[in-house]
């Protein structure tokens, strides 16, 4: 039997990434555009036709059976709209059926958020590769994730699911930009460590670089400052990923993004302060690791997406 | 077809209840022991042995197909043990193990947590009846509870999924007995609640109860120390129950348990607190409903599984 073929979109606030997946994950065709992500919805959606155009003028084209689509938040699988945060041009705009009118009305479209695409990435080839019920996480200019429960991808209704960044940890704490109050994205994105850092008297070095990445450097120097707030954001990572295996049992969480690749300045204090939080007998054997996928995660998440709608299908007798 | 039955049984701190259930959720024949929970292990399976000798006497045992047990957690499915925290005599006890051999090698057994039991009861019968994802708690002496996910009861590898009191939700807050810190159980559970309104200084009436439902009678009577310690347990629920669907994704939040019954003391502030949590648009439509089932809910539960259980084992062609 020959191997299907997916067609895959990457929809980011900077870039909008395609490609053809064969069925072992590797990408045969590439094409990306840069996101016009302060234009009209129109303009957006050009781009997104540009990158489609690409693939299907591929010979490979045909034999792609369906498309998966992983995009920035949120989005709404269920009448297939995406509103992303950074791409004001699009409010409930119909990326599925756009897509559709321009790719093909035959081929099954899945849509899923970003982060659900990363954890389908790190199940099908990653760090969560054999794990049956997993949480996977971006932690970078906010926190996002996804869930992998019974060995199936658990997107949700919306395709929403594993938004563990804006689940409250300190419902008196500091007020979020969602509405709430002390999510884990207020406390452990990259941002908000070196907020935190700095008014915690933190000093830069001479280059002026403020990022995370800079305060984990300082960690990594020793800089008790620095090593608090990374220290804070391991605490609501770990709160966070441990109410994740109490409500769900999950038995890994796989921590990517750029501020998961401070290494053992935020996964050391991280495994401490999850043997704080996750307590209960049956969450004791939770473990954490790095992310493996790099920045093609989105594009093979959203291909693993797509052939599972088609397997889903078939399973189905559609 | 004629209706097969299951066995069920309901195993908790007090009481050792079980039943013949048919496939409507009707239970056609009773069995009850108090639990002897401060006696050895033995002793206390010799109360479950009896209620299942009786089960057995019962001509209509020969339709039973199968067996559920909800049990006190922790519970661990995947070996068949229990560890209720009230009934010290059984730790890591092989219950599923224990009851076949009184009930018969051949009937599959299915080990679930109280809280899924009751979450499958409400399911099946009560306040989540119709609704793909839902998350169903028992707010008490403790607070419990149990997740629907994709239609499905969610139990999770070892039966504990949807421990919703155990997440914490003020992650610098007091100590829970379970180790962590700020649990929702902590802050919400009926004696906490009565606690904090003993503290902030509410009296108790001349029959001296300080129990949460003299609170809660208090409270209606515009008492502000009760009507606080109340909206303060609504706060907690609100962000647990924000971030469960926020984590998977459920449309409705149903509430029971002796706590649930205050009314409107906890119903008010509480739908009030979850617009202040969950904020995220696809987390909105979510809704809160008071439990539908009354006493015999762990037995309709522990019998829905039973039935989900067969179901599922005949779909895989065992």
Chains 1, 2 share one sequence.
């Not at 290494?263 to 996750?278: I, M, N, Q, S, T």
């Not at 493996?292 to 797509?306: E, F, I, K, R």
Request: charged letters at 15%; one cysteine or more.
């Amino acid at each position: 039997m020959h191997t299907d073929l997916v067609a895959a979109l990457d929809i980011g606030g900077t870039k909008i990434a395609g490609a053809l997946v064969d069925g072992h994950g590797a990408i045969l065709v590439r094409a990306q555009r840069p996101t016009p992500s302060q234009e009209d919805g129109d303009t957006v959606m050009r781009a997104v036709e540009e990158v489609l155009g690409e693939l299907r003028a591929a010979p490979l084209w045909e034999r792609a059976h369906a498309i998966g689509i992983g995009s920035a938040g949120p989005v709404d699988a269920s009448t297939g709209t995406v509103s992303p945060v950074n791409v004001p041009g699009w409010r409930d705009f119909p990326l599925v059926e756009r897509v559709r009118a321009k790719a093909g009305d035959h081929l099954p479209v899945e849509l899923i958020g970003d982060g659900v695409a990363i954890t389908a990435a790190e199940h099908w080839q990653g760090a969560a590769r054999g794990h049956a019920n997993a949480l996977c996480m971006v932690v970078s200019t906010g926190v996002g994730g996804g869930l992998v429960l019974n060995g199936q991808l658990h997107s949700g209704p919306t395709g929403n699911a594993g938004h563990i960044g804006h689940i409250s940890v300190d419902l008196d704490g500091d007020a979020c930009p969602c509405g709430a109050r002390g999510c884990v994205e207020r406390i452990a994105s990259g941002p908000n460590i070196a907020r935190r850092a700095l008014e915690n008297g933190w000093c830069p070095g001479p280059d002026g670089d403020t990022s995370a990445a800079a305060v984990a450097a300082a960690a990594r120097a020793g800089d008790p400052v620095a090593i608090a707030s990374f220290a804070r954001a391991a605490q609501a990572l770990a709160a966070g990923i441990a109410a994740t295996a109490t409500l769900v049992e999950i038995d890994i969480a796989v921590v990517g993004g750029g501020v998961g690749k401070a290494g053992d300045v935020l996964f050391a204090p991280l495994r401490k302060a999850l043997g704080d939080y996750a307590t209960l007998s049956f969450v004791q054997r939770l473990t954490v690791a790095p992310a493996q996928m790099g920045t093609d995660a989105g594009l093979v998440g959203a291909a693993a997406a797509a052939l599972a709608g088609m397997a889903g299908t078939a399973a189905a007798g559609v």
